[in-house]
């Protein structure tokens, strides 16, 4: 995650969100004025009730003041109910205006390659809507009514009035040394929880791979070990919420108590009425009540907080929401200038001045050894990695200048390991467009030479897939992946390692799909270490520790290759196979 602070106005997601439910925050601290003036109620109700009802034995007066209690506390009751569903209706127009930026967040940060963040966007959301629909909001707007409570008990008598303010001063106190001693160990709590959750889903994610390989044992031993630490840092943290949460609520029953012995004293030295006396305590008691709501509140106020700062810092990185002129639809002319790249995150380029330029109809093969940068070219090429200098244009424009809703469409991309998605088969190839075109579906998947395959599925191209659905082989997973590339017709092709998992007739079949492409007026980029995958080909690339060695007609290029070894890693693990058959040691 960046430490950069975010600008102003790239940050305006999530403060824009909250600026549009002001008015509903106004309302809030409207009915909150009224709540806690008719607080006062019990207050004076004990008072009137002591210093005149019992005084005058007038029951006519103690049925009308019953009958007055009885509406102010059902008006108190309806204002209670209509503050808590405006808070709850905050928190979900909240959730409906960054829910879809938090997804966006969640996607982009996977693509930067971003650590510790996983799905955190969407957790930090749920967060944050689940505080602003609880009673937190709530006692935060109370709060600013303590000192008009301790005022009140001043207007009874001075000494009730600083005893209240010392008791409030003793409970603030409280909160202090809550927040000081539980921050460092909810911090702590949060970041173990969140590589634990990070751990537990790559381990569902590669569980044949921990099962055939015997590492499930320790994967199961690191997890342990960060949920015993995060169950140690929890306890700690829950160990010392409750202690004061014990302490504020205990000394405010005291204190309650205490009230009434003060006022007991002056009853008897007749400087204020038993009625004050009563009301006194009530008063304090309602006085203190938002701080010992807060501090049991504290842990969750503190969760909301960070929550809050990491989704300005996570939806502050995306692009601003700026309208974008549309191009002309895009004809797939690529040109890539001088360009120098490193994943994100590094400055240390892998690829170095790199430059060539496809025209539409043609295609072009990137070979090179192992740690060449073929992928991280080809990552280049599709918009996910930006450059650290020069350029990638589409038809002359830059990809970042492209609308993304444009350009997707008009891009097809085969990664090198294919994952579908959860849904049916028809979903995966119309990239789950809601409205797909039947014949265009069943054209991609003819292209790539699976539609046969589809069809012998249990419910054809309705298959479900996924979680509880039909799970593919490594081939066919391939072969619905390049279906899904080619639907539509896309302008501009990318497929890395396109042929590691087909046979011989999977291999003819992604050469056939290339050439139609290239008969259509499709540019098509093919990364491979073998040659024999560029058999459709117009051009090659080769690349070498990140640098581009040649670059023109492929059977110049194939031919430079195989004359020089040295350049070429396949050719290398071709003469050490031979070395080795011969018997001379590899």
Known sequence: ??????????????????????????????????????????????????????????????????????????????????????????????????????????????????????????????????????????????????????????????????????????????????????????????TTAVKSAIIAEETRQNAEILTAMGMQKNIQNNWQDLQQETAKSQLSLSNISSLFISISKSSRMFLQSCTLAIGALLVIEQLISPGAMIAASIILTRALAPIDQSIAQWRNFMNARKAYARLKLFLGEETPDTPQMPLPEPKGKITVEKLFLAPPGMKTPVLKSVEFTLNPGEALGILGPTGAGKSCLARALIGTWSPLSGTVRLDGATLEQWNPDQLGPAMGYLPQSVELLSGTIKDNIARFNKNPDPEKIVKAAIAANVHELILTLPDGYDTALGEGGHRLSGGQKQRIGLARALYNDPCYIILDEPNSNLDAEGEQALTNAIGAAKQNGQTVVVVAHRPSALEACDKVLFLRDGKQLAFGERDDILSKILQKPTTNGIQQQQQTNKKTQGGEPS
């Not at 909250?18 to 008072?47: D, E, H, Q, W, Y």
């Not at 969407?122 to 409570?149: Q, V």
């Open 1 to 190: 995650m960046s430490n950069k602070s975010p600008d102003k106005s790239i940050t305006s997601k999530v403060e824009a969100a909250l600026k549009s439910c002001r008015s509903a925050f106004v309302s809030v601290v409207f009915f909150s004025m009224f709540i806690n003036l008719l607080m006062l109620t019990g207050p004076l109700f004990m008072l009137q009730v002591y210093d005149r009802v019992l005084a005058s034995k007038s029951q006519s007066t103690l049925v009308a003041l019953v009958i007055l209690v009885a509406a102010l506390f059902i008006f108190l009751g309806l204002l209670e109910l209509v503050r808590t569903r405006i808070l709850a209706r905050i928190g979900e127009k909240i959730n409906q205006q960054l829910s879809a930026p938090s997804l966006v967040a969640t996607i982009n940060h996977a693509v930067k390659q971003t650590p510790n963040v996983g799905t955190q966007p969407i957790r930090d959301l749920d967060t944050l809507k689940s505080f602003i629909a609880s009673n937190g909001p709530a006692t935060l707007f109370d709060l600013p009514w303590t000192p008009i409570y301790l005022a009140v008990n001043f207007m009874l008598h001075w000494v009730l009035g600083v005893f209240s303010v010392l008791a409030t001063l003793f409970l603030v106190i409280i909160s202090i040394l809550n927040e000081w001693l539980t921050k460092p160990r909810s911090e702590k709590a949060t």
